[in-house]
């Protein structure tokens, strides 16, 4: 397994009960991806000792999954077929506007979560789009 640990979140009401567990296998990752339900269980976060981490928010089959090997550049799993038209999901205990694009399935999700968690590569047989986060000069 590449990755040491994952995160999961569990939002009660304004409150959050955050879960860190050690990632020993990938059955334990796939349930708590699958438990995504777009209301309370909002995030799930593979994670490293490093900056290397993927995340995985959403639930109820539209996922918005990113990964960043140096916390700088990010990398965002998408859906080409669909647009840029904004939809309502709730990631991080918030409701937010994402672009159709980034909304994916439970199918892309997993498959690109696995081969993250166990070899900290990009599955080649999804789409990714690359983003930036801009430095003030």
Known sequence: MFILKFSTENWQGNR???ELHLA????DIEIAI???DGKNKTLVTLETEEETHMSIGGGNDK???YLTFDNEAFTYLIDPSKSDAE???VIG???SFYPAKLCVDL???LKAAKTFAEFGTIE?????EQDQVLELV
């Open 87 to 89: 939809q309502s999901l």
């Open 107 to 109: 199918h892309k999700t």
């Open 34 to 36: 699958k438990a995504l």
């Open 63 to 65: 996922y918005v999954v």
């Open 24 to 27: 020993t296998n990938w059955t």
């Open 93 to 95: 205990g918030q409701e």
């Open 124 to 128: 080649k047989s999804v789409i990714w």
């Open 16 to 18: 959050n009960k955050i």
